[in-house]
């Protein structure tokens, strides 16, 4: 499995930004997908996740600002952030857990991190 974010860029305060991250490889049916960020010196922090079935959660400090999405058929998950601010700069990386076919048990991919830098 391979996993190939973008979308990341440097915007103003209010602005928006859509990240993307592609699954790609065979033999393995996608299950929850996700974005993390990690702002420098802090450690990395959960955004959001999306369930196969389309349930979502977010985490409280983008709640009402960020939505997460997803196209199964293209093994691709989305996060539309609004209203984006200073304190949303950040590395997002996004996280995607697979089983592979035969297999019983999930397997946790991570991206390599795309930057998000707001500017106030």
């Known amino acids: 499995v391979q996993l190939q974010a973008s979308g990341g860029g440097l915007v103003h305060t209010g602005e928006s930004l859509r990240l993307s991250c592609a699954a790609s490889?065979?033999?393995?049916?996608?299950?929850?997908m996700g974005w993390y960020r990690q702002a420098p010196g802090k450690q990395r922090d959960f955004v959001a996740i999306?369930?196969?079935?389309?349930?979502?959660n977010y985490a409280d400090s983008v709640k009402g600002r960020f939505t997460i999405s997803r196209d199964n058929a293209k093994n691709t998950v989305y996060l539309q952030m609004n209203s984006l601010k200073p304190e949303d700069t950040a590395v997002y990386s996004c996280?995607?857990?697979?089983?592979?076919?035969?297999?019983?048990?999930?397997?946790?991919?991570w991206g390599q991190g795309t930057q998000v830098t707001v500017s106030s």
């Open positions: 999306i369930t196969s079935d389309a349930r979502t």
């Open positions: 490889g065979s033999g393995f049916s996608t299950n929850r």
């Open positions: 996280r995607v857990w697979v089983v592979p076919d035969g297999v019983g048990y999930e397997t946790a991919y």
